[in-house]
């Protein structure tokens, strides 16, 4: 035998479907009269002009007590939906900048640090210049004292020069002097 399962909803639909067929069937009769649809369309309309005279007095209650209404909150969820725009229009700005900022930081680093290798380099060819013009004016000084050394050894020789050109003429004097003596003698031993 087998177990039958009773299931409670399964009634509840039936007879909803029978409902609804039976509801529609007399929508649609009624939606076939005319006199039924204006009755039906003055009373929306009535229905449309209550809707909007309450809706106006709550708002002047709501105003009187300072409650926001529907409106409020809509015009409030607008403004916050613009705002919220706004902010990723100026978020997006705002890395733009940030990405224009860091380029131009990674080029002036890279512009000083070419300047650091310019400095260095000139550094360098400033420090040889330097070597070189030291090595070329030890060697200058280095002339310049043989050159001191050969003019002192020249004054030492034309001074003695000088001294003996000095003896010779001393020397002559006396030579004439004893050539005069002489002569002069032996003109009276004569």
Do not use: C
Not at 103 to 109: G, L, M, Q
Not at 171 to 183: C, F, I, P, R
Request: no cysteine; charged share 30%; aromatic share 6%.
């Amino acid at each position: 035998m087998t177990k039958e399962r009773y299931e409670p909803f399964e009634g509840v639909k039936r007879l909803s479907a029978m409902w609804e067929r039976q509801l529609n069937g007399l929508l649609y009769m009624m939606s076939d009269n005319n006199e039924f649809v204006k009755l039906l369309k003055a009373g929306t309309d009535g229905h449309a002009r209550y809707l909007e005279l309450v809706r106006k007095r709550q708002e002047i209650v709501a105003g009187l007590m300072n409650i926001p209404t529907k409106k409020d909150v809509a015009n409030v969820a607008k403004l916050s939906i613009q705002a919220e725009e706004k902010i990723d229009l100026l978020e997006e700005q705002i890395w733009k900048i940030q990405d224009v900022i860091g380029y131009s930081n990674k080029e002036i680093t890279d512009m000083f640090e070419e300047m650091v290798t310019v400095v260095k380099q000139l550094q360098n060819d400033v420090h040889t210049a330097e070597v070189k013009q030291a090595a070329e004016l030890s060697s200058v000084q280095m002339e310049l004292k043989e050159f001191k050394q050969e003019l002192n050894q020249l004054t030492d020789l034309k001074a003695e020069l000088s001294s003996l050109k000095n003896l010779l003429q001393t020397g002559k004097v006396k030579d004439e002097e004893n050539d005069l003596v002489l002569a002069v003698a032996g003109t009276s031993e004569s």
